[in-house]
Protein backbone atom coordinates (compact mmCIF):
# COMPACT_ATOMS: atom_id res chain seq x y z
CA UNK A 1 0.00 0.00 0.00
CA UNK A 2 1.12 3.27 -0.58
CA UNK A 3 -0.60 6.58 0.22
CA UNK A 4 -0.21 10.30 0.70
CA UNK A 5 -0.05 11.81 3.97
CA UNK A 6 -1.45 15.48 5.78
CA UNK A 7 0.96 15.96 8.48
CA UNK A 8 0.39 18.03 11.90
CA UNK A 9 2.30 20.52 12.60
CA UNK A 10 3.55 22.21 16.21
CA UNK A 11 3.92 25.81 16.94
CA UNK A 12 6.48 26.01 19.18
CA UNK A 13 8.38 29.57 20.39
CA UNK A 14 11.41 28.16 19.25
CA UNK A 15 10.58 27.20 15.71
CA UNK A 16 11.70 29.11 12.71
CA UNK A 17 8.91 32.23 11.52
CA UNK A 18 6.91 32.43 8.49
CA UNK A 19 8.19 31.07 5.23
CA UNK A 20 12.00 30.85 6.35
CA UNK A 21 10.61 27.37 8.34
CA UNK A 22 10.88 24.73 6.08
CA UNK A 23 8.04 22.70 8.05
CA UNK A 24 5.74 26.07 7.10
CA UNK A 25 6.67 25.45 3.14
CA UNK A 26 6.42 21.59 3.39
CA UNK A 27 3.00 22.01 4.99
CA UNK A 28 2.02 24.30 2.81
CA UNK A 29 2.94 22.01 0.02
CA UNK A 30 0.85 19.41 1.48
CA UNK A 31 -2.04 21.23 1.95
CA UNK A 32 -3.81 24.40 -0.41
CA UNK A 33 -5.49 25.26 2.86
CA UNK A 34 -2.70 25.68 4.88
CA UNK A 35 -1.66 29.25 4.93
CA UNK A 36 1.62 30.38 6.30
CA UNK A 37 0.91 33.29 8.85
CA UNK A 38 4.79 35.40 8.82
CA UNK A 39 4.63 36.18 12.46
CA UNK A 40 4.37 32.40 13.47
CA UNK A 41 6.73 30.09 14.52
CA UNK A 42 6.83 26.76 12.83
CA UNK A 43 8.54 24.52 14.48
CA UNK A 44 7.84 20.64 13.98
CA UNK A 45 6.38 18.69 11.25
CA UNK A 46 5.44 15.23 12.81
CA UNK A 47 4.49 12.32 10.54
CA UNK A 48 3.50 9.03 11.87
CA UNK A 49 1.09 7.27 13.93
CA UNK A 50 1.55 8.74 17.17
CA UNK A 51 -1.76 9.51 19.31
CA UNK A 52 -0.67 13.75 19.75
CA UNK A 53 -1.03 13.93 16.33
CA UNK A 54 -0.95 11.20 13.87
CA UNK A 55 -1.01 11.99 10.23
CA UNK A 56 -4.17 11.83 8.02
CA UNK A 57 -4.75 10.37 4.80
CA UNK A 58 -4.57 12.81 1.98
CA UNK A 59 -8.13 12.43 0.47
CA UNK A 60 -9.03 9.74 2.96
CA UNK A 61 -11.80 10.03 6.34
CA UNK A 62 -9.35 8.01 8.66
CA UNK A 63 -6.07 8.81 10.25
CA UNK A 64 -2.55 6.77 10.07
CA UNK A 65 -3.14 5.44 13.47
CA UNK A 66 -6.75 4.08 12.27
CA UNK A 67 -5.34 2.48 9.16
CA UNK A 68 -2.59 0.68 10.61
CA UNK A 69 -4.23 -0.57 13.97
CA UNK A 70 -4.31 -4.34 14.19
CA UNK A 71 -3.09 -4.55 10.22
CA UNK A 72 -0.05 -6.85 10.62
CA UNK A 73 0.02 -7.01 6.32
CA UNK A 74 0.54 -3.44 6.59
CA UNK A 75 2.99 -3.07 9.76
CA UNK A 76 4.80 -6.52 8.56
CA UNK A 77 4.41 -9.55 11.07
CA UNK A 78 7.47 -9.23 12.51
CA UNK A 79 7.40 -5.67 13.38
CA UNK A 80 3.87 -6.08 15.00
CA UNK A 81 4.74 -9.34 16.90
CA UNK A 82 7.69 -6.93 18.47
CA UNK A 83 6.56 -3.73 18.94
CA UNK A 84 2.56 -4.24 18.90
CA UNK A 85 0.10 -4.03 16.50
CA UNK A 86 -1.81 -0.64 17.32
CA UNK A 87 0.57 1.75 15.80
CA UNK A 88 4.45 2.50 13.91
CA UNK A 89 7.31 1.45 16.28
CA UNK A 90 8.72 5.60 15.58
CA UNK A 91 8.01 8.86 15.33
CA UNK A 92 9.09 10.76 12.03
CA UNK A 93 9.53 14.75 11.87
CA UNK A 94 11.34 17.82 10.53
CA UNK A 95 12.25 20.20 12.49
CA UNK A 96 12.90 24.14 11.92
CA UNK A 97 14.79 25.98 15.05
CA UNK A 98 15.36 29.52 15.26
CA UNK A 99 16.82 29.53 18.49
CA UNK A 100 17.49 26.65 21.19
CA UNK A 101 15.66 24.18 22.52
CA UNK A 102 15.40 23.27 26.11
CA UNK A 103 18.87 21.07 27.35
CA UNK A 104 17.11 17.66 27.56
CA UNK A 105 17.22 14.09 27.87
CA UNK A 106 14.58 11.28 27.23
CA UNK A 107 14.33 8.67 29.67
CA UNK A 108 15.34 4.45 28.98
CA UNK A 109 12.29 2.23 29.66
CA UNK A 110 12.15 1.49 32.54
CA UNK A 111 12.38 4.95 33.76
CA UNK A 112 9.87 6.10 31.05
CA UNK A 113 7.44 3.69 32.60
CA UNK A 114 8.21 5.06 36.19
CA UNK A 115 7.86 8.74 35.45
CA UNK A 116 4.50 7.73 33.44
CA UNK A 117 3.01 6.23 36.49
CA UNK A 118 4.48 8.93 38.80
CA UNK A 119 3.71 12.02 36.33
CA UNK A 120 1.23 11.31 33.34
CA UNK A 121 0.82 14.95 32.19
CA UNK A 122 4.18 15.80 32.43
CA UNK A 123 5.68 11.95 30.99
CA UNK A 124 2.89 10.94 28.52
CA UNK A 125 3.76 7.69 27.88
CA UNK A 126 5.86 5.03 28.94
CA UNK A 127 8.24 4.51 26.09
CA UNK A 128 11.59 5.46 25.50
CA UNK A 129 12.75 8.51 22.84
CA UNK A 130 16.18 7.27 21.39
CA UNK A 131 16.73 9.61 18.65
CA UNK A 132 18.44 10.97 15.46
CA UNK A 133 18.63 13.92 13.55
CA UNK A 134 19.84 14.66 9.77
CA UNK A 135 20.57 18.17 8.74
CA UNK A 136 18.79 20.12 6.04
CA UNK A 137 20.83 22.73 6.51
CA UNK A 138 23.47 23.94 8.72
CA UNK A 139 22.80 22.74 11.82
CA UNK A 140 24.19 23.68 15.56
CA UNK A 141 23.47 21.72 18.53
CA UNK A 142 24.25 20.52 22.14
CA UNK A 143 25.07 16.87 22.68
CA UNK A 144 26.57 14.76 24.86
CA UNK A 145 29.18 15.61 27.73
CA UNK A 146 32.54 17.18 26.79
CA UNK A 147 35.62 15.30 27.46
CA UNK A 148 37.07 15.57 31.37
CA UNK A 149 39.73 17.53 30.20
CA UNK A 150 37.89 20.17 28.82
CA UNK A 151 35.00 20.88 30.40
CA UNK A 152 38.51 20.85 33.88
CA UNK A 153 40.08 23.59 31.52
CA UNK A 154 36.74 25.66 31.39
CA UNK A 155 36.58 25.29 34.74
CA UNK A 156 40.27 26.53 35.54
CA UNK A 157 40.22 29.98 32.88
CA UNK A 158 36.76 30.95 33.79
CA UNK A 159 35.81 32.49 36.74
CA UNK A 160 32.04 32.56 36.24
CA UNK A 161 31.80 29.04 35.41
CA UNK A 162 34.01 28.15 38.53
CA UNK A 163 32.38 30.21 40.76
CA UNK A 164 28.97 28.63 39.89
CA UNK A 165 30.31 25.33 40.08
CA UNK A 166 31.91 25.91 43.67
CA UNK A 167 33.14 23.14 45.94
CA UNK A 168 31.96 20.03 43.19
CA UNK A 169 34.18 22.30 40.54
CA UNK A 170 37.43 22.29 42.53
CA UNK A 171 36.73 18.29 43.14
CA UNK A 172 36.13 17.61 39.19
CA UNK A 173 39.02 18.94 38.60
CA UNK A 174 41.40 17.75 41.09
CA UNK A 175 39.79 14.28 39.94
CA UNK A 176 40.93 14.86 36.01
CA UNK A 177 44.18 16.45 37.19
CA UNK A 178 45.15 12.78 39.17
CA UNK A 179 43.70 10.35 36.47
CA UNK A 180 43.13 12.62 32.93
CA UNK A 181 42.15 9.77 30.85
CA UNK A 182 39.29 8.81 33.59
CA UNK A 183 35.83 8.65 33.67
CA UNK A 184 34.98 10.76 36.57
CA UNK A 185 31.21 9.75 36.50
CA UNK A 186 30.55 10.68 40.03
CA UNK A 187 32.70 14.18 40.48
CA UNK A 188 31.07 15.06 36.73
CA UNK A 189 27.10 14.24 38.56
CA UNK A 190 27.89 16.09 41.43
CA UNK A 191 29.12 19.07 39.02
CA UNK A 192 26.18 19.46 36.77
CA UNK A 193 23.95 18.50 39.93
CA UNK A 194 25.74 21.76 41.41
CA UNK A 195 25.56 23.70 38.69
CA UNK A 196 21.80 23.30 37.33
CA UNK A 197 20.73 23.29 41.13
CA UNK A 198 22.48 26.65 41.62
CA UNK A 199 19.60 29.12 43.01
CA UNK A 200 18.61 32.04 40.18
CA UNK A 201 20.04 34.52 42.38
CA UNK A 202 22.91 33.39 42.01
CA UNK A 203 23.04 32.60 38.68
CA UNK A 204 21.81 36.42 37.07
CA UNK A 205 24.81 38.41 37.55
CA UNK A 206 27.42 35.27 36.67
CA UNK A 207 25.29 34.28 33.76
CA UNK A 208 25.00 38.29 32.36
CA UNK A 209 29.49 38.38 33.08
CA UNK A 210 29.71 35.43 31.12
CA UNK A 211 27.95 36.87 28.19
CA UNK A 212 30.19 39.99 28.37
CA UNK A 213 33.11 38.06 28.58
CA UNK A 214 32.36 35.96 25.72
CA UNK A 215 31.44 39.81 24.02
CA UNK A 216 35.12 41.22 25.20
CA UNK A 217 37.01 38.22 24.92
CA UNK A 218 35.76 36.50 20.97
CA UNK A 219 38.45 34.53 19.55
CA UNK A 220 40.59 34.13 23.00
CA UNK A 221 36.96 33.03 24.36
CA UNK A 222 37.66 29.29 26.70
CA UNK A 223 41.00 29.10 25.43
CA UNK A 224 41.97 26.27 23.12
CA UNK A 225 38.49 24.27 23.19
CA UNK A 226 36.54 27.47 23.34
CA UNK A 227 37.36 30.37 20.76
CA UNK A 228 34.66 32.69 18.38
CA UNK A 229 31.83 30.14 17.61
CA UNK A 230 31.65 29.36 21.22
CA UNK A 231 32.12 33.35 22.10
CA UNK A 232 28.94 33.50 19.42
CA UNK A 233 26.86 31.10 20.93
CA UNK A 234 26.96 32.19 24.39
CA UNK A 235 25.79 35.82 23.33
CA UNK A 236 23.06 34.71 21.08
CA UNK A 237 21.88 32.22 23.77
CA UNK A 238 22.11 35.07 26.67
CA UNK A 239 19.92 37.42 23.81
CA UNK A 240 17.26 34.24 24.15
CA UNK A 241 17.25 33.33 27.37
CA UNK A 242 18.63 36.06 29.85
CA UNK A 243 19.86 34.85 32.72
CA UNK A 244 19.45 30.96 31.96
CA UNK A 245 21.74 28.02 33.79
CA UNK A 246 21.97 27.08 30.36
CA UNK A 247 25.08 29.41 29.16
CA UNK A 248 27.00 27.18 31.77
CA UNK A 249 25.04 23.74 31.50
CA UNK A 250 25.28 24.18 27.50
CA UNK A 251 28.19 26.04 26.52
CA UNK A 252 30.45 24.74 29.17
CA UNK A 253 29.67 21.23 29.63
CA UNK A 254 28.23 20.16 26.21
CA UNK A 255 29.76 19.15 23.17
CA UNK A 256 29.01 22.03 20.83
CA UNK A 257 28.14 19.97 17.40
CA UNK A 258 28.00 21.51 13.74
CA UNK A 259 26.48 19.34 11.44
CA UNK A 260 26.86 20.24 7.44
CA UNK A 261 23.53 19.16 5.08
CA UNK A 262 23.25 15.40 5.14
CA UNK A 263 25.60 14.73 8.32
CA UNK A 264 23.82 13.16 11.10
CA UNK A 265 24.06 12.41 14.75
CA UNK A 266 22.44 9.90 17.20
CA UNK A 267 21.71 10.70 21.05
CA UNK A 268 20.66 7.32 23.24
CA UNK A 269 18.81 7.34 25.72
CA UNK A 270 20.15 9.63 29.01
CA UNK A 271 22.05 11.97 26.58
CA UNK A 272 21.68 15.33 27.40
CA UNK A 273 20.99 17.61 24.14
CA UNK A 274 19.25 20.79 22.91
CA UNK A 275 19.59 22.33 19.39
CA UNK A 276 20.06 25.63 18.79
CA UNK A 277 19.71 26.26 14.79
CA UNK A 278 19.16 24.91 11.22
CA UNK A 279 16.42 22.75 9.69
CA UNK A 280 16.67 18.89 10.42
CA UNK A 281 14.95 15.68 9.78
CA UNK A 282 14.46 13.68 13.12
CA UNK A 283 12.99 10.31 14.11
CA UNK A 284 13.06 8.72 17.55
CA UNK A 285 11.12 6.04 18.58
CA UNK A 286 7.25 6.85 19.71
CA UNK A 287 7.55 8.69 22.52
CA UNK A 288 6.59 12.51 23.43
CA UNK A 289 9.19 12.09 26.88
CA UNK A 290 11.27 14.68 27.95
CA UNK A 291 12.80 15.77 30.57
CA UNK A 292 13.78 19.59 30.44
CA UNK A 293 16.37 21.48 32.66
CA UNK A 294 16.91 24.77 31.13
CA UNK A 295 16.60 27.38 28.06
CA UNK A 296 13.03 26.50 28.76
CA UNK A 297 9.56 28.39 30.04
CA UNK A 298 8.36 24.58 30.22
CA UNK A 299 8.19 21.87 32.96
CA UNK A 300 11.73 21.46 34.62
CA UNK A 301 12.44 18.49 36.07
CA UNK A 302 15.79 18.84 37.31
CA UNK A 303 16.62 16.29 39.80
CA UNK A 304 15.19 13.52 37.69
CA UNK A 305 17.36 14.84 34.84
CA UNK A 306 20.64 14.85 37.14
CA UNK A 307 19.62 11.35 38.45
CA UNK A 308 19.53 9.94 35.07
CA UNK A 309 22.16 10.85 32.77
CA UNK A 310 24.77 8.19 31.95
CA UNK A 311 27.36 11.10 32.58
CA UNK A 312 29.67 9.61 29.55
CA UNK A 313 31.97 11.85 28.31
CA UNK A 314 33.57 11.62 24.65
CA UNK A 315 34.43 14.05 21.95
CA UNK A 316 31.56 15.40 19.18
CA UNK A 317 32.93 13.53 16.96
CA UNK A 318 31.35 10.01 18.61
CA UNK A 319 28.07 11.51 18.16
CA UNK A 320 28.17 12.04 14.23
CA UNK A 321 26.91 8.68 12.26
CA UNK A 322 28.48 7.47 9.22
CA UNK A 323 26.07 6.02 6.54
CA UNK A 324 26.75 2.90 4.82
CA UNK A 325 25.27 1.84 1.42
CA UNK A 326 21.47 0.47 0.97
CA UNK A 327 21.57 -2.68 -1.20
CA UNK A 328 17.73 -2.42 -1.57
CA UNK A 329 17.34 0.90 -2.93
CA UNK A 330 18.36 1.09 -6.92
CA UNK A 331 19.20 4.24 -8.76
CA UNK A 332 20.54 7.61 -7.64
CA UNK A 333 22.30 7.65 -4.57
CA UNK A 334 21.17 5.53 -1.36
CA UNK A 335 22.82 6.40 2.29
CA UNK A 336 21.44 4.60 5.11
CA UNK A 337 21.73 5.85 8.28
CA UNK A 338 21.22 2.91 11.01
CA UNK A 339 21.48 3.76 14.50
CA UNK A 340 22.06 0.96 17.47
CA UNK A 341 18.05 -0.01 18.16
CA UNK A 342 15.31 -1.76 16.29
CA UNK A 343 12.62 1.12 15.94
CA UNK A 344 14.46 2.61 12.89
CA UNK A 345 16.75 3.46 10.31
CA UNK A 346 16.49 6.17 7.96
CA UNK A 347 17.50 5.99 4.27
CA UNK A 348 18.63 9.38 2.12
CA UNK A 349 18.03 8.95 -1.47
CA UNK A 350 19.24 11.14 -4.15
CA UNK A 351 17.86 10.66 -7.41
CA UNK A 352 18.14 12.83 -10.89
CA UNK A 353 16.23 10.84 -13.13
CA UNK A 354 14.44 7.10 -11.43
CA UNK A 355 14.96 5.72 -8.27
CA UNK A 356 13.59 2.42 -6.56
CA UNK A 357 13.10 1.07 -3.37
CA UNK A 358 12.42 -2.71 -2.86
CA UNK A 359 9.90 -4.25 -0.58
CA UNK A 360 10.79 -3.76 3.08
CA UNK A 361 9.72 -6.20 5.89
CA UNK A 362 8.25 -3.60 8.16
CA UNK A 363 6.54 -0.19 7.31
CA UNK A 364 7.97 3.01 6.52
CA UNK A 365 7.09 6.80 5.77
CA UNK A 366 9.34 9.07 3.33
CA UNK A 367 9.13 12.82 2.47
CA UNK A 368 10.53 14.54 -0.20
CA UNK A 369 12.78 17.43 0.67
CA UNK A 370 13.39 18.57 -2.75
CA UNK A 371 12.49 18.01 -6.16
CA UNK A 372 8.98 16.88 -8.10
CA UNK A 373 8.16 13.95 -9.91
CA UNK A 374 6.18 11.02 -9.48
CA UNK A 375 5.87 8.12 -6.83
CA UNK A 376 4.66 4.49 -8.18
CA UNK A 377 3.64 1.69 -6.05
CA UNK A 378 1.56 -0.90 -7.97
CA UNK A 379 -1.43 0.39 -9.29
CA UNK A 380 -1.00 3.59 -7.38
CA UNK A 381 0.72 6.88 -9.09
CA UNK A 382 0.93 9.58 -7.33
CA UNK A 383 2.64 13.38 -8.09
CA UNK A 384 5.39 14.84 -5.49
CA UNK A 385 6.88 18.10 -4.78
CA UNK A 386 8.93 19.18 -2.29
CA UNK A 387 6.96 18.73 1.14
CA UNK A 388 5.01 15.60 0.09
CA UNK A 389 5.14 12.97 2.72
CA UNK A 390 3.80 8.82 2.10
CA UNK A 391 3.69 5.97 3.94
CA UNK A 392 4.28 2.93 2.66
CA UNK A 393 3.07 -0.83 3.72
CA UNK A 394 4.64 -3.89 4.19
CA UNK A 395 5.61 -5.47 1.43
CA UNK A 396 5.26 -2.64 -1.13
CA UNK A 397 8.11 -1.61 -3.59
CA UNK A 398 8.42 2.16 -4.51
CA UNK A 399 9.94 3.69 -7.80
CA UNK A 400 10.49 7.60 -8.09
CA UNK A 401 10.33 9.27 -11.12
CA UNK A 402 11.92 12.28 -11.16
CA UNK A 403 11.35 15.08 -13.24
CA UNK A 404 14.18 17.08 -11.42
CA UNK A 405 16.95 16.34 -9.00
CA UNK A 406 15.08 14.88 -6.26
CA UNK A 407 16.24 14.19 -2.39
CA UNK A 408 13.73 12.36 -0.47
CA UNK A 409 14.17 10.79 3.27
CA UNK A 410 12.86 7.27 4.32
CA UNK A 411 12.41 6.14 8.04
CA UNK A 412 11.90 2.49 7.95
CA UNK A 413 11.66 -0.35 10.94
CA UNK A 414 12.57 -3.91 10.63
CA UNK A 415 13.08 -6.22 13.08
Given amino acids: MLVELLCDVQTYDWGKLGKSSAVARFAAAQSPDFHIQE ?4 AE ?8 APSQIKGGKENLRELVAGNDKLLGEKVAAKFGDQEIPFLFKVLSIRKALSIQAHPDKLLARQLHARDPKNYPDDNHKPEMAIALTDFEGFCGFRPAAE ?18 GTAFCAA ?23 PQTTIDPLAEALSERAA ?57 HAYISGDIIECMAASDNVVRAGFTPKFKDVQTLVDMLTFDTAPVSEQKMTPAP ?29 SAVDALEGPSIFIVTEGQGTVKAGDASIKYTAGSVFF ?24
Fill in 392 to 415: VGAGTAVELEASEHTVSYHAICEV
Fill in 45 to 52: LWMGTHPK
Fill in 326 to 354: FARAHGGEALYFDPPIEEFGVLQLTTGTK
Fill in 151 to 168: ISSFLKIVPEFAELAGQA
Fill in 216 to 272: REKEQFCGCHGGLPLADLIQRASADFPRDVGVFCGGMMLNYCRLKKGEAMFLKAKDP
Fill in 39 to 42: STPY
Fill in 176 to 198: VDKDPKGEHREELQALFGAVMGA
